[in-house]
């Protein structure tokens, strides 16, 4: 390729929502690259999303752009061809000529118009976003990008000669440190192919020496020799080379130059991990649909992926899966760079299909195999693209999947690929053509990931299990008396009833289908999921086309229920629990060593399918002021600390022991190390000590000592704080710990507590005699209450509400952790954050909250459960009013299972303290009618 004359700029615009075709003279302009959203072309949409982001220009149908453009004399006469590179579906037109269409959703659409002559001509293009040969996933979903029209990428006409090279491919070869070249030469029956590489990014310099290669016309293949300090590509140094690839003739010299980025990498699957140069690496990967609140598009410029990457890499992030999308080439162009492994995954979230099944699509179907050879084509020599998906959640033909996952590995062998992700959900199964797996179980019961939708019960550990560190994958992995039990083969085929995207659908299980042992990778799919409350202070960042209607439709919600002024206080304590959430969930997976790695959903809030504020930055990639990118790091990185023990909460006196274990997959790991260890409470040391570890040679998992620490017989509950650290290194972790005084009991009969399970006539008459009550009602017997649970909500409760009701399963409770009054001198004996933490967590799954919407604002509970943004309930845990002349305080616990663990004594013990004390002191008056009303 010789020249290119850029389009971009002004284009004449004509927008035609029911397609009825061009209606000369043209009546708008518009700029591109860009999007007529973005341009706020078009009338305004009326319409406001509330299960995602409303598109304030959204257009849907054909739009018309055209462009004049002189072509100067000396290139007139020269092959060219128009380059669009990012569109939807594209019909063009050469001075009204018809030339082509093209429909590809990853890919750009490249035309050839022909040898040009000198002077003036015009350009249409129509642009359709409506009538896909696929619904598109995440590449047109509201959910995300949302469904633009126009043309976001360059746009430009390309000029030739009359000798060309196409279809150039690189091939690495780490073994001989060379590069394959292929591809075909055109115009010439003989010529010469000219390969130079020099490299870039890299701390040392390498030149290649330039080569000369004969060839002839058609395909050609030859071996670039790099030499023996050839520079690698790896996360850990992504050295690239700007390989160029000239053709010569006898004739004219130069006739065709093609600069191409390359990184001599192996990246492969070999057991349970995946070898990057001959060393291991565990895949910390992020979910990404292409979310762009700013344009409601993915950008095409390098500059701004490699801002988006590199914050992703600023919290150990070293892979992205894109979600049923792929990502523009500046995409694969920053990851080179950053060293980032890149997985594009097909268009499609659905079944796959033989031709003699009910409902088969012969053409969806040949049109998503065509995109992953498109995909293949265009980005497949960037090193950075190391992985393919088939999709997101596919059901149907195993036989069909695996023979797409053939022809394309045929077709291209570079990559790793995998028949997609969480494919036949409750069904698994590895198929022949597979080099990895990426899903949440292995069958129903085989979890491998902390947290699920209630629709997908059973739930994970993060959500159900008494919080410790000791949990990991491997033993439902490989089962230690896998095939030893008698039946314990889950029965699979039948039909049954499955999420299917943001519904339920029943699906057909294949019989063949039972337990089986991954012999591969496993990658965990879509880890995480803890959703946070909206920050409304988020809204005036929408400066795009995009605006957040749904977050102002929240504001309104939680405002008309009284509970406006909480908003802040309800962002910043569930933020704080789905941090300690993410920080387990991810743990989990580092302390898994048959595990290969995961896809976290999401390091970033995800705008749609009910709006999923799952992550610590917020759409824009920015921090929500969560947690640093420091401190996340020392639970995600190639190198994480960790500690095993069985529980957060210990009694004055009891031996504390954990197991302090390594897990590295840095390159080139030392031959010993140093740990520093520290137990501290109140600015004081309680204990410390050292311990050295040899590391074995070619290991990844290092248990580096035990740990055994007498704790110390406090007086009252002490916060302590146990801290780790390798010398010399950035490697270290800390853990929030809790010790209770031996003598703590329930505390409540010793003291004289008036303990009530209802508002019966006797404790009334008490109240109004002047008592102190306290009101414990079984939660059980409770129907004005939402349930106790400790761990926030899964996605979000609109979207798994209406799936759960759908499959006439249990509704998710729906909350997110506690806002606590943490001064409140209740706590004097049981000091806490204003948050949810550890010591809580008994205390509330034995509970429920009392739904106290509509009563005064000034009531406000000392403890509050924080609702969802759909119910927005005022729902209080702990809260204290006076009655008569009495004193109520109201607590829906089960004093006698909260009682077994010593936080929960510890609890009560604080209740009955606060009570018999001179500041059990309620401000607000309350009727019998209201407190009737409620408690129920």
């Known amino acids: 390729m010789q020249t290119k004359i850029s389009l971009e700029g002004e284009w004449k615009l004509q927008l035609d929502e029911r397609k009825q075709g061009l209606k000369l003279p043209f009546q708008d302009v518009i700029t591109l690259p860009g999007t007529t959203s973005y341009a706020r072309k078009g009338p305004k949409n009326e319409n406001a999303l509330i299960g995602a982001l409303t598109d304030e220009y959204l257009f849907e149908g054909s739009a018309w ?12 006469g020269k092959r060219s061809l128009l380059y669009l590179e990012r569109t939807r579906m594209t019909t063009v037109w050469l001075d009204g000529q018809e030339i ?23 350009i249409t293009v129509r642009v359709d976003n409506t009538g896909y040969p696929t619904k598109g996933g995440h590449l047109t979903s509201p959910d995300t990008q949302t469904n633009w029209n126009g043309i976001t990428g360059r746009i430009e006409l390309q000029f030739f000669g009359e000798s060309s090279l196409s279809g150039i491919r690189l091939y690495p070869d780490l073994a001989t440190r060379s590069v394959r070249i292929t591809g075909t030469m055109e115009g010439m029956a003989e010529g010469t192919v000219v390969v130079a590489a020099e490299s870039f ?90 979310i762009f609140p700013l344009t409601g598009y993915a950008p095409t410029d390098v500059e701004e992926w490699l801002r988006i990457l590199g914050i992703s890499k600023s919290y150990g992030m070293n892979h992205y899966r894109f979600h049923t999308c792929c990502p523009p080439e500046a995409a694969f162009t920053a990851a080179d760079m950053l060293g980032i492994y890149m997985e594009p995954e097909l268009p499609f979230w659905g079944t796959i299909t033989e031709k003699t099944d009910e409902g088969h699509n012969q053409a969806e179907q040949d049109y998503l195999i065509s995109e992953g050879y498109a995909i293949l084509q265009a980005f497949g020599n960037h090193p950075s693209f190391v992985m393919m998906s088939l999709g997101n959640e596919l059901w149907g033909s195993r036989t069909k999947i695996d023979s797409i996952l053939k022809e394309y590995k045929d077709f291209d062998d570079r990559h790793l690929y995998t028949q997609g992700s969480n494919n036949h959900q409750f069904m698994p199964e590895i198929l022949e ?29 993060v959500q159900t299990d008494y919080p410790s560190t000791m949990k990991d994958y491997d033993d439902q992995i490989v089962p230690p008396n896998f095939g030893k039990a008698a039946g314990s083969a889950e029965k699979a085929g039948g039909a049954i009833q499955i999420q299917y995207g943001t519904e339920a659908k029943t699906v057909e299980a294949d019989e063949s289908s039972g337990e089986w042992i991954p012999q591969m990778p496993v990658v965990s799919h879509e880890i995480g999921q803890y959703a946070t409350f909206p920050n409304f202070e988020e809204i005036g960042k929408y400066q795009g086309p995009l605006k957040a209607e749904n977050f102002k439709t929240f504001r309104e919600r939680l405002e008309s229920k009284g509970l406006g002024h909480l908003a802040g206080k309800f962002f910043e304590s569930s933020g704080q629990l789905a941090v300690a959430c993410y920080k387990e969930e991810l743990e989990a997976a580092f302390r898994s060593r048959r595990l290969a790695g995961f896809q976290l959903l999401d390091l970033q809030d995800f705008s749609g399918q009910g709006t999923a504020l799952v992550g610590v930055l917020d759409a824009f990639m920015d921090s929500k002021g969560m947690i640093t990118p420091e401190e996340w790091r020392t639970f995600c990185s190639d190198a994480v600390l960790m500690a095993r023990f069985p529980r957060y909460n210990y009694v004055a006196g009891e031996r504390f022991s954990a197991a302090v274990e390594l897990s590295w997959f840095r390159q080139g790991a030392p031959d010993n190390l140093v740990l520093s260890w520290e137990l501290s409470a109140d600015g004081g040391m309680l204990a410390e000590g050292a311990a050295e570890a040899k590391i074995p040679v070619s290991t990844n998992y290092i248990d580096i000592c035990q740990l055994d620490i007498d704790l110390p017989k406090v007086q009252r509950m002490t916060k302590m704080s146990l801290s780790l650290r390798i010398e010399g290194t950035d490697i270290h972790k800390s853990y929030d710990l809790w010790i209770y005084p031996e003598s703590s009991g329930s505390g409540l009969a010793e003291a004289g507590i008036l303990l009530f399970e209802e508002l019966s006539d006797q404790a009334l008459a008490l109240l109004e005699q002047g008592e102190n009550v306290l009101l414990m009602p079984k939660p059980e017997s409770l129907q004005n209450a939402i349930e106790g649970t400790y761990c926030t909500d899964f996605w979000c409760y609109p979207m798994f509400r209406s799936i759960s009701e759908s499959m006439n399963r249990p509704v998710p409770v729906g ?3 506690l806002l606590i009054d943490n001064d409140h001198p209740v706590f004097r004996d049981f000091p806490c954050e204003e948050h949810s933490t550890y010591p809580w967590w008994s205390i509330v799954q034995n509970s429920k909250s009392l739904i106290m919407d509509g009563t005064d604002r000034e009531w406000g509970p000392i403890v509050q459960t924080i609702d969802n943004f759909e119910r927005n309930h005022k729902l209080g845990f702990l809260f204290e009013c006076n009655v008569g002349k009495g004193k109520l305080l109201v607590c829906a616990l089960d004093a006698s299972k909260a009682g077994e663990t010593p936080e929960g004594r510890q609890f009560l013990s604080g209740l009955a303290g606060y009570m018999t004390s001179g500041e059990f002191n309620p401000q607000y008056n309350a009727s019998v009618a209201e407190l009737q009303e409620l408690i129920r």
């Open 65 to 76: 752009y055209c462009k004049e453009i002189t072509i100067p004399n000396e290139l007139a």
């Open 100 to 122: 082509g269409n093209r429909d590809s959703l990853n890919t750009a659409h490249i035309y050839e118009v022909g040898k040009l002559s000198a002077g003036n001509h015009t």
């Open 201 to 290: 990014n890299s701390e040392t310099s390498h030149s290649v020496p330039e080569r000369e290669f004969a060839v002839s016309e058609g395909e050609f293949s030859v071996v670039y020799e790099l030499g023996a300090d050839t520079l690698l590509w790896s996360e850990f140094k992504p050295n690239l080379y700007n390989v160029s690839v000239i053709l010569k003739d006898g004739e004219t010299g130069e006739a065709d130059r093609h600069e191409l980025i390359f990184g001599l990498r192996e990246f492969k699957a070999a057991g349970d991990k995946f070898i990057i140069n001959g060393e291991k690496t565990f895949l910390r990967g992020k979910h990404d649909g292409l």
């Open 433 to 461: 053509h597979d080099d990895f797996f990426c899903g949440v179980r292995f069958s129903r019961d085989r979890l491998f990931r902390g947290s699920y939708a209630m629709c997908d019960a059973p739930q994970g550990h």
């Open 815 to 817: 909350t997110m952790g």
